[in-house]
């Protein structure tokens, strides 16, 4: 199993994080969304927020690759969720143009 780590922020309006918020509440979750992320080989999946910037945490079985979740993520209704939620989140600065989730390096591991 892979881990990859990565970051974005969410715009910093306290109304727009809190109905980010909501929409990533289990009782909000669309299905599709998560069947898609499932089918790109993600077997788990966890955000973190400390103020406006997040965290992702993703593991991974052999079959994910960051081409297949972008295949994946063509999907209509996954093209409406990206759409959904780019109105609430912002590139981290350094980005490429229209990169959202930025991976990160890890730099130590407890050994």
């Known amino acids: ?20 918020q909501w929409h990533h509440a289990p009782e909000n979750f669309w299905p599709e969304i998560n069947e898609n992320i499932h089918k790109a080989g993600v077997l788990d999946m966890e955000i973190y927020r400390f103020g406006n910037r ?25 093209l409406e969720w990206e759409a959904l939620m780019w109105g609430f989140q912002q590139a981290l ?8 989730w930025v991976l990160m390096e890890r730099l130590f591991k407890l050994p």
């Open 54 to 78: 997040m965290f992702m945490i993703m593991e991974v079985d052999d079959t994910f690759s960051f081409e297949r979740m972008e295949e994946i993520n063509q999907h209509p209704k996954s």
């Open 1 to 20: 199993m892979t881990r990859y780590c990565l970051a974005l922020d969410l715009k910093d309006d306290p109304n727009l994080i809190e109905k980010y």
């Open 93 to 100: 600065p350094g980005a490429k143009p229209g990169e959202k």
